[in-house]
């Protein structure tokens, strides 16, 4: 049964640094690799996608990097921001549904 | 382009009273889906459509919930009777591409039950 985990749960950063999140999962026989963000009461927005081919993903101040053999992935967002404040949640598909972490609760004060 | 469209927003019941939530998926999505979302957790799938058909529906609690996507568009989640613990977050889900394809979510219906 895949598993996925995030690290940290929750992480809270000053202004402009620069920061890593990270997602592991189980099972290394996915199709894809799924970053979304989740704002309080609100749905999820997906950031970006890496197919199973793929090393990483790029868009804007994200870059997503994906190491199918060691089931890891990390999202990197560069000089953040307090906008970027919100859930960040990482999902993997394989044979079974789209599965998801719990997430990491990102908190950047200005 | 409009994305996925959930109504209501919130729904507040007493325990044992039916409810049910409406999906609209970006159009020309064939594939829908029906996520749970508990509190501190993330989404868990409850029933996967490709155009009216469910192919994947091994999640979805059948005593109480059901569910229907009668003409391959827009789609309705039943519960009766409705739980306590049935209080979560009712996400909807569409992609163009089936099984692998990048998924767009709708806002949610956050579901109370008293």
């Known amino acids: 049964k895949q598993e996925v985990t995030q690290i940290p749960a929750a992480l809270s950063v000053p202004e402009g640094e620069n920061l890593v999140l990270n997602c592991s999962f189980t099972?290394?026989?996915?199709?894809?690799l799924q970053w979304f963000r989740q704002d309080p009461g609100k749905g999820l927005t997906s950031l970006l996608l890496?197919?199973?081919?793929?090393r990483e993903q790029t868009s804007g101040r994200l870059n997503a990097s994906l190491d199918k053999s060691s089931g890891r992935s990390t999202l990197y967002i560069a000089a953040s921001q307090p906008g970027d404040s919100a859930t960040y949640l990482c999902?993997?598909?394989?044979?079974?549904?789209?599965?998801f972490g719990k997430g990491t609760r990102l908190s950047v004060i200005a | 382009e409009a994305g996925v469209v959930q109504s209501p927003r919130y729904k507040i019941i007493e325990k044992k009273q039916p409810v049910a939530f409406w999906c609209n998926p970006i159009?020309?999505?064939?594939?829908l889906y029906w996520y749970l979302q508990n509190l501190g957790q993330g989404p868990e799938l409850l029933i996967r459509?490709?155009?009216?058909?469910?192919?994947?529906d091994s999640q979805l609690p059948k005593d109480r919930f059901s569910a229907e996507r009668l003409k391959g568009v827009d789609s309705t989640l039943k519960i009766q009777p409705a739980e306590l613990g049935d209080s979560a977050v009712y996400l909807c889900?569409?992609?163009?591409?089936?099984?692998?394809?990048?998924?767009?979510f709708g806002p949610g219906t956050r579901l109370t039950v008293l």
């Open positions: 159009s020309g999505h064939n594939t």
């Open positions: 099972d290394s026989a996915i199709y894809n």
């Open positions: 889900a569409s992609s163009l591409v089936a099984g692998a394809g990048e998924q767009f």
């Open positions: 999902a993997v598909r394989g044979n079974t549904p789209l599965v």
């Open positions: 890496i197919q199973s081919s793929q």
């Open positions: 459509y490709e155009n009216e058909e469910a192919v994947d």
